[in-house]
């Protein structure tokens, strides 16, 4: 019998490289809401993609985020994720956002 969790992650201080959201260890995750806010003093741009069997497959690529305002890359659908996929989130300047994810985990 599968086994439902809710779960969140968050992410401070994301950098240009990518920051890791969570890599999905077993089973599948449904992620229901992605946003992703500016903590910085000049607009940013944001990548959110997932690798897969080492390809990268963006939601969002290159979106401006405004100064004080967020981008809420997931809302009113699901996106699944299967074992060994990564959520990534990279921006344009280092350190200038940070990121919550909810979803949730079937095993």
Do not use: F, H
Request: glycine share 6%; proline share 2%.
């Amino acid at each position: 019998m599968a086994t439902y969790t809710n779960v969140s992650y968050a992410v401070k201080d994301i950098s240009t490289g990518g920051s890791t959201v969570t890599t999905v260890s077993s089973g599948t995750l449904a992620v229901a809401s992605l946003v992703v806010s500016n903590t910085s003093t000049s607009p940013i741009t944001c990548d959110v993609y997932i690798t897969r069997s080492a390809v990268n497959y963006y939601l969002v690529e290159t979106a401006t985020v405004p100064v004080g305002g967020s981008l809420e890359v997931i809302q009113g659908n699901r996106i699944i994720l299967q074992t060994s996929d990564v959520l990534k989130i990279a921006v344009s300047a280092a350190t200038s956002a940070d990121a919550w994810v909810s979803g949730l985990t079937v095993v």
